[in-house]
């Protein structure tokens, strides 16, 4: 049982480059997340969809679009990035029914140079 | 707007007992939740506290007083493996949307 699965986990991008982090949960969560960590910092929510079919904005959406292709998978796209981007991503999921639950994968370390 | 509002660091003693606490302000509250994350690791799901009271795992208890917007994390018998970063975490708006406190770093001397 894999749970929560990210790639790349890690990259390097130059300024001005387009790039796609994917995600993978295996248990049949309904929910799933992307948030984003800076150096001793919190996570931040980029996006979030609560069911499959739907995507909602977080508390750091610029600069990112996500796609919710299935149940399973919800992917993170960079379409033009910045410095300022260079971050730990993390990827979760959760049942969406109020358990407080998140399950989350190991991380993707993006640079930007 | 929301906001969670937790101590930056705390240290403590190997065998001590320790509290984290946590404030927030949201709009629409459901529940409180608590993570831990060892550097460079992923966070890790400890409690969750829908209704007042404590909630007792093992050397980990959460508390939460929804009159008082205010949780906390007391952590028992402090082992240095318990060094690591602690995060609260609230639904807000809806029961999907998760926002996360920026965590407090705790660090134990033996």
């Known amino acids: 049982n894999a749970g929560v699965t990210q790639t790349p986990k890690f990259q390097v991008l130059k300024t001005g480059q387009s790039m796609t982090l994917q995600c993978a949960q295996d248990?049949?969560?309904?929910?799933m997340y992307w948030y984003r960590q800076d150096p001793g910092m919190g996570l931040r929510l980029i996006y979030y969809?609560?069911?499959?079919?739907?995507?909602d904005k977080g508390e750091v959406p610029n600069g990112y679009n996500v796609s919710r292709l299935n149940k399973r998978e919800f992917s993170l796209r960079l379409e033009s990035a910045a410095p300022s981007q260079t971050s730990v991503y993390f990827c979760a999921s959760s049942e969406g029914r109020d358990t407080g639950e998140l399950f989350f994968g190991e991380g993707s370390r993006l640079t930007v140079l | 707007g929301q906001s969670l509002e937790q101590p930056s660091e705390v240290t403590a003693v190997e065998g001590a007992i320790v509290q984290i606490n946590c404030t927030y302000q949201?709009?629409?509250?459901?529940?409180l939740s608590w993570y831990q994350q060892h550097d460079g690791g992923a966070p890790t799901f400890l409690s969750y506290n829908a209704l007042d009271g404590l909630e007792e795992t093992g050397r980990f208890s959460s508390f939460l007083s929804r009159s008082d917007s205010y949780g906390y994390l007391l952590l028992q018998e402090l082992q240095m493996k318990d060094s690591a970063s602690y995060f609260c975490?609230?639904?807000?708006?809806?029961?999907?949307?998760?926002?996360f406190g920026s965590g407090t770093r705790l660090s134990i001397r033996p």
């Open positions: 949201t709009s629409g509250f459901y529940g």
């Open positions: 248990m049949n969560h309904n929910s």
């Open positions: 975490a609230v639904p807000y708006s809806s029961a999907s949307k998760i926002i």
């Open positions: 969809s609560a069911s499959e079919g739907t995507t």
